[in-house]
C-alpha cells in the first residue's frame, strides 16, 4: 500500500470491517468452502459486485473524512490493512509473513514503512535489554 495510512485511520477501518464481517457471519453464516460471501445459489459472488458492495462499506464503516481518501479503496486493501494491524500490534515479522504466504523479505520490502507509533516501544525494549 503505497503511502501508508496513520495508525488511526487504518484501526477504525479496521474496526468497522471486523464489525460489518462479524454482522454478516450472524445473518448468512458461511459457505460450505468457507466463503464468506456467494449469491443466493452458492456460486461465486461477481468480482463488480465485491466492488460496489465494499464500496458502500466504506461510507458506512468510515468518517466522511476518511471515506474521501484512498483509506481501503480496494478490497485487497484488507489484506493490507491486516499485515500493518498485525506488525503494530507485534506479531512476530515470521508470523504474520506466513499468514500472509510472503517471505519475511517480501514483508519488509511491502510493509516496513507502515510500521507508526513504534519508537517509544522500541526505547522501552532497548532501555530494557541494556538494563538486564
Same mark, same amino acid.
Request: glycine fraction near 10%; charge should be neutral; proline fraction near 4%.
Given at each position: 500500500?503505497?503511502?501508508?495510512?496513520?495508525?488511526?485511520?487504518?484501526?477504525?477501518?479496521?474496526?468497522?470491517?471486523?464489525?460489518?464481517?462479524?454482522?454478516?457471519?450472524?445473518?448468512?453464516?458461511?459457505?460450505?468452502?468457507?466463503?464468506?460471501?456467494?449469491?443466493?445459489?452458492?456460486? #461465486?459472488?461477481?468480482?463488480?459486485?465485491?466492488?460496489?458492495?465494499?464500496?458502500? !462499506? &466504506?461510507?458506512? %464503516?468510515? =468518517?466522511? @473524512?476518511?471515506?474521501?481518501?484512498?483509506?481501503?479503496?480496494?478490497?485487497?486493501?484488507?489484506?493490507?490493512?491486516?499485515? #500493518?494491524?498485525?506488525?503494530?500490534?507485534?506479531?512476530?515479522?515470521?508470523?504474520? !509473513? &506466513?499468514?500472509? %504466504?510472503? =517471505?519475511? @523479505?517480501?514483508?519488509?520490502?511491502?510493509?516496513?514503512?507502515?510500521?507508526?507509533?513504534?519508537?517509544?516501544?522500541?526505547?522501552?525494549?532497548?532501555?530494557?535489554?541494556?538494563?538486564?
Amino acid at each position: 500500500m503505497r503511502g501508508c495510512l496513520g495508525g488511526d485511520a487504518r484501526r477504525g477501518y479496521v474496526d468497522a470491517q471486523g464489525r460489518i464481517l462479524r454482522e454478516h457471519l450472524e445473518e448468512f453464516g458461511a459457505a460450505e468452502d468457507g466463503r464468506l460471501f456467494r449469491t443466493s445459489t452458492g456460486g #461465486t459472488v461477481s468480482a463488480s459486485i465485491v466492488w460496489r458492495v465494499c464500496q458502500d !462499506a &466504506r461510507t458506512i %464503516g468510515l =468518517s466522511p @473524512e476518511q471515506v474521501v481518501t484512498p483509506l481501503a479503496d480496494r478490497p485487497y486493501d484488507l489484506r493490507h490493512a491486516c499485515a #500493518t494491524l498485525l506488525l503494530n500490534a507485534g506479531v512476530p515479522p515470521k508470523e504474520v !509473513a &506466513r499468514r500472509l %504466504g510472503h =517471505s519475511v @523479505e517480501v514483508l519488509w520490502k511491502v510493509y516496513a514503512g507502515c510500521l507508526d507509533g513504534d519508537e517509544e516501544r522500541i526505547n522501552r525494549m532497548i532501555e530494557k535489554a541494556l538494563a538486564a
